[in-house]
């Protein structure tokens, strides 16, 4: 059987959640380089993140639901200043980057670690470290 990557991911706990999402929907899949991530997340990018592999012909009905478990997690993330939930949570590297966290990134490759991630507003350009009154998906009633 052939597989294809369908989605990449830069944590496992994430890549793990969508993976069990698509396993319950019937779709065979598996995580590629999760260990390598998990272990020395420097590599990360240097090998693409970890990769979620589908079979080459569930990959359209993987896709599909990708983007709708997407849509349902975008329900959830709303901008605090303009309402919108074209919300993605990003790496923000130059929020934590000065003259002397760039020397030490430099100097030292594991500095990289210390990247901020904020959420980003895609339609005002408002960042926030916390999403308000978001209920953790642990406690959802639902
Ligand atoms: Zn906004």
Known sequence: MNFITVSSFDNYIDANIILGKLQHEG???FLRDEYTVT??????NAIGGIKLMVPEADA???ADLLALFDKERRKHMECPNCHSHNVEYISNPQKSGN???AVLTFL???YAMSIKKVYHCFTCGFE???LPDAP?????PN
Do not use: H
Request: charged share 10%; net charge negative.
């Open 27 to 29: 779709i065979t899949c």
């Open 39 to 44: 272990i020395d997340p420097i590599l990360t």
């Open 99 to 101: 003259w002397l966290s």
């Open 108 to 110: 030292f490759g594991s």
């Open 136 to 140: 953790s998906p642990a406690f959802s």
């Open 60 to 62: 359209q009905q993987a």
């Open 128 to 130: 926030f470290d916390e």
